[in-house]
């Protein structure tokens, strides 16, 4: 990764002002970011590019910075150093930061970044939540019961957060390649979600211990006739009964199973699969929002704005923006 991102240069200039404005830009708002000891003078570059699950940008600069998730918005990042060293922190966690050790970010939590030495370059990946959780799911059969909270320090070095490195290298490679074959939205996000499940793999986090054993167990028969009958009747109206018929059992007993594999309540697990199925046709198409969203069932339009704000953090309009 000699010159990574070259064709995707969105500054460079001596006024540190300019980067931190580039950096809000290019990661669509969910980042603020402000300098910890002044505005030091010096060469500030910016390269990047995003796509609607993720952004990654090339850092080469010796402004110390801190870096708080704005507000109502979800995103992980991945920090990796490309060249010379930097002191990190999430709180009260320390890590340095080079070519063996990356750190990561949770929605929500500030981080500090300080150059050790003259102009620190290294890659910033910024991943959806909701891309994480869903890459969680194709793991183990059920959404996370809470947010994923990753360890601090990823060891790119080892076995495992090797993978996760040469991953994000691939990705790198591609955008640089200029092969029209590797802009396209599919194979990006393809790739994406293979460096999501190598991080879920890798790293530790709050819920590695449904990860550690390998496969979970599978699911009841009744459950899976349930979820099969949501997937396949999701744009229709659905009720409990209607689940709980599929199932072959009572609505009692399918909410329980529901409760206890899935950790949410049928009803629940219907709404947020059918915002996942919006979200993902907001940003793959260009239909209006209201026309996606009745053609998901939906037949209340203020319900779903409310409803798509509290999962996604973010109002359907917003995510149309960023088209």
Not at 255 to 260: E, I
Not at 270 to 289: G, K, Y
Request: aromatic share 6%.
């Amino acid at each position: 990764m000699a010159d990574p991102l070259s064709d995707f240069r969105i500054t460079r200039s001596r006024n540190p002002v300019d980067l931190l404005n580039a950096a809000t830009r290019l990661f669509g708002g969910s980042i603020t970011a402000s300098p910890l000891h002044g505005l030091r003078s010096g060469d500030h570059e910016l390269r990047g590019a995003a796509a609607p699950d993720f952004a990654i940008g090339y850092f080469a600069s010796p402004l110390d910075v801190r870096v708080a998730s704005a507000a109502g918005r979800g995103s992980y990042f991945v920090n990796i150093g490309v060249a010379g060293e930097i002191e990190a922190s999430r709180g009260t966690l320390r890590a340095t930061l080079d070519e063996t050790t990356a750190g990561v970010v949770n929605p929500g939590d500030t981080q500090e970044l300080r150059p050790c030495r003259g102009r620190t370059r290294f890659l910033g990946l910024k991943i959806e939540a909701d891309l994480v959780d869903q890459e969680f799911a194709a793991l183990t059969g059920h959404l996370p019961v809470s947010t994923v909270r990753f360890d601090f320090p990823l060891d790119l070095a080892g076995p495992k957060g090797r993978a996760v490195r040469l991953l994000v290298r691939s990705l790198v490679e591609q955008l640089d390649s200029g092969d029209p074959l590797f802009q396209r939205a599919e194979l990006q996000r393809g790739q994406l979600r293979c460096i999501v499940t190598a991080l879920l793999l890798a790293q530790p986090h709050t819920h590695s211990g449904e990860l550690r054993d390998g496969p979970q167990p599978g699911h009841p028969r009744s459950l899976r006739a349930a979820l099969a009958f949501i997937e396949t009747n999701l744009a229709e109206r659905i009720t409990l009964s209607d689940i709980a018929a599929a199932a072959g059992c009572s609505p009692r007993t399918v909410s329980s199973a529901f409760r206890t594999r899935l950790g949410l309540s049928p009803m629940a697990y219907v709404r947020n699969l059918r915002l996942n199925r919006i979200r993902e046709d907001i940003l793959a198409s260009t239909d209006h929002v209201s026309t996606i969203a009745y053609r998901w069932g939906v037949t209340h339009l203020g319900r779903f704005a409310r409803e798509y704000r509290d999962r996604f953090d973010e109002l359907p309009s917003g995510t149309a923006a960023r088209r």
